[in-house]
Structure formats: structure tokens, C-alpha cells
């Protein structure tokens, strides 16, 4: 059972374009992570929010955890085709070991 | 700093045969390693927790006799499938952690594509 849901799903936008991508559940998170995928490689960690309402920027990126801790977002200012890629958001839980929950994952394509 | 290798990074083999993928820390050691299963287009679904010297913990719906996961050492992780069918093809990718330095974040390794004939 998939504990966080991303949305969109696939989104396809020009070159320069802001976008937002949420990720939503109805469990309390400890902290909450994003990630970055590129095809045929591991994740690799942008960020860890562990405060409720906790804003973390990343040069274009921004990082809001709700708070209630149960969801996340991430906006990007002026995307740039090296943005592309599969973005998941990763939810820890107090009590469980910290093994982390992804998310169904939002795959971003951005287009000169 | 914090580096985890996978071996293979591909590989292909025919229904039936047994396949072990190994996931080391580099530059750290690992008191815990984390097994993930990724299909097509979908997101990472966790298949085990293996702490060094001691017995994995499966996720439910993962069989731990089809998956063999062995963490003998703080460096070194091995995931067997074994008698891999076609189903068992996917992206498996492991994270490696130091839980001895307080709240540390999961490194991943690179996956290791399997697919099988």
C-alpha cells in the first residue's frame, strides 16, 4: 500500500516554466525527503525536512514541509532541462527502524 | 563522501539460474542496508532491512527464501535472487547507512538492472 501520493504524475513543460509538485498522505511524517532520479541510476537526496511548515530552498528549488508533517512540496522556479528527471518524495515514520516510504514519484520533462 | 557501489550495474541471465548482486560502502561502514525493488516507470518499493551479523527483515509479500539477502560485514551486502524468472526482472537498487552516527541519511547505489530471459 502506497502511504504517499505525488502529483502530477508526468508533467512536460518548456524551458523557463515555474512548476509545483505536491506529495500528500494521510500519516504523520518524522521527516520528509526529496529526491532526484535520472534514468538507470540510484536516487540521490535533495533535501530533509523534519519541522512542521519548514521552508528549504536549493538555489531555483523550494522545499515546504506542511504542518501537520503529513505532506510536501516542491516548487521549481525557471526549469532548465537539466531539471528532468524522476522526482520522489520519502516519508520516515518514528517507531518503524527510519526505513523510508517513497512516493509514487513525479516524472518531470523539461523541453528547449 | 558516503559512496555505495552495486555489482552488476546489468545483467542478463536465463530463467532459472541464481543471480547475486552485491552493494558495498565505500568510504563508511553500513550497520544497516536497505533493499529496493523498482519496475518501470514506478517508484522504489522496499524489499528488506539487513542489519550487519544478523537475520533481514522483509517487507511483506517479499519472499525471503526467492530473495536471499546476507550483510556480513559492515562494508558488504549481497541480494541473491534465486531461480529468477522472467517476473523477477526489475531495477534493484540498495542504500547503506551508519546508525551509530546518530540520524543518518540512506546512501544510495547506483541499481543493478536484471533481466531475465
Known amino acids: 500500500t502506497q502511504l504517499l501520493e505525488q502529483s502530477p504524475q508526468f508533467l512536460s513543460i518548456q524551458e523557463g516554466e515555474n512548476l509545483t509538485v505536491y506529495c500528500n498522505s494521510s500519516?504523520?511524517?518524522?521527516?520528509l525527503q526529496w529526491y532526484r532520479q535520472e534514468p538507470g541510476e540510484g536516487p540521490v537526496l535533495l533535501v530533509t525536512v523534519v519541522t512542521g511548515g519548514e521552508v528549504k530552498k536549493l538555489k531555483r528549488l523550494t522545499f515546504q514541509f506542511g504542518d501537520a508533517r503529513k505532506d510536501s512540496s516542491l516548487h521549481i522556479t525557471a526549469a532548465q532541462p537539466g531539471d528532468t528527471g524522476l522526482y520522489l518524495c520519502?516519508?520516515?515514520?518514528?517507531?518503524?527502524?527510519?526505513?523510508?516510504?517513497f512516493g509514487t514519484g513525479t516524472r518531470l520533462q523539461v523541453m528547449l | 563522501g558516503a559512496v555505495v557501489s552495486q555489482h552488476p550495474s546489468w545483467v542478463i541471465c536465463k530463467s532459472g539460474t541464481s543471480v547475486k548482486i552485491e552493494c558495498r560502502s565505500l568510504d563508511f561502514q553500513a550497520t544497516t542496508m536497505f533493499w529496493y525493488r523498482q519496475f518501470p516507470k514506478q517508484s522504489l518499493m522496499l524489499m528488506a532491512t539487513?542489519?550487519?551479523?544478523?537475520?533481514?527483515?522483509?517487507e511483506q509479500g517479499v519472499e525471503k527464501d526467492k530473495f536471499l539477502i546476507n550483510h556480513a560485514s559492515l562494508t558488504l551486502s549481497t541480494l541473491t535472487v534465486t531461480s529468477a524468472h522472467p517476473e523477477d526482472s526489475s531495477f534493484y537498487i540498495c542504500s547503506a547507512r551508519d546508525d551509530r552516527l546518530g540520524d543518518q541519511p540512506q546512501h544510495f547505489g547506483d541499481g543493478t538492472r536484471l533481466s531475465i530471459l
Open positions: 539487513s542489519n550487519e551479523g544478523s537475520k533481514a527483515t522483509y
Open positions: 500519516s504523520v511524517f518524522s521527516s
Open positions: 520519502a516519508g520516515a515514520q518514528t517507531g518503524t527502524a527510519s526505513k523510508l516510504t
